[in-house]
C-alpha cells in the first residue's frame, strides 16, 4: 500500500476541485526545540484545500527529530538503548536515574518515539562516567548489577605472585 498516492488526483467533493500533491516548508515543534523541515501534502487546486496523510503527518515529524537531534548533536536511540543495557538497569531503573523520568518515556527515547531534550540528553551523558552513575544510583536508591567486563577484568587484575627462578 502507497498511501501517498491516496489522495493524488482525487475529486474535492463539494467544490470539484482536484488534488495535488505539493510540498511545503513548515517549522515543528520537538521537545522545546524546533525545525524548520518540508511536509509534502494535497491541496485542492481550485479552493486550496490542504489535506495531509498520516503518513505525510509522520515523515514530517520524523525529519524534524532527525534535523534537531543533529543540530544539538544528542543521543540517538540506538546509543541510548546501548548505553542503558551496558548498566543492565531496566527502563523503569534508568528513570529513576533521570530525576525519575517514567518507563514508558524512556522507551520512547530509545525507540525514537521521543526526543529528548538537551538537559536530559546531558544527563544521559553524565552517566557514562561510573563514578556519576554509581553516586545518582545510590541517590535513587537503585542497586547497580555489576557489569560483566568489571567482573572479567578484576579476575585478571589478580596480583600474580612473582616467583624467582
Ligand atoms: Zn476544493
Not at 518540508?38 to 515523515?59: I, K, N, P
Not at 525529519?63 to 546501548?82: G, H, V
Not at 557514562?128 to 557489569?147: H, T
Request: charged content about 30%; glycine content about 8%.
Amino acid at each position: 500500500m502507497n498511501a501517498d498516492w491516496a489522495l493524488e488526483g482525487h475529486v474535492h467533493r463539494g467544490c470539484g476541485g482536484r488534488y495535488a500533491r505539493r510540498t511545503e516548508n513548515i517549522t515543528i515543534k520537538v521537545s522545546g526545540m524546533a525545525a524548520t523541515v518540508e511536509r509534502s501534502l494535497y491541496r485542492c487546486d481550485a479552493c486550496g484545500d490542504d489535506q495531509y496523510t498520516v503518513e505525510q503527518r509522520e515523515d514530517a515529524e520524523q525529519k524534524a527529530i532527525d534535523s534537531i537531534r543533529s543540530y544539538y548533536e544528542l543521543l540517538t536511540p540506538k546509543e541510548i538503548r546501548r548505553f542503558r543495557e551496558s548498566t543492565q538497569l531496566t527502563p523503569e531503573q534508568f528513570g529513576h536515574l533521570l530525576w525519575g523520568t517514567p518507563r514508558g518515556v524512556v522507551e520512547g527515547w530509545e525507540k525514537g518515539r521521543y526526543l529528548q531534550n538537551q538537559q536530559a540528553d546531558q544527563l544521559i551523558r553524565s552517566l557514562m562516567d561510573p563514578d556519576e552513575l554509581k553516586r545518582r544510583a545510590a541517590k535513587a536508591g537503585v542497586v547497580l548489577p555489576p557489569p560483566p567486563e568489571q567482573i572479567a577484568m578484576s579476575s585478571l587484575e589478580e596480583p600474580v605472585p612473582a616467583t624467582e627462578p
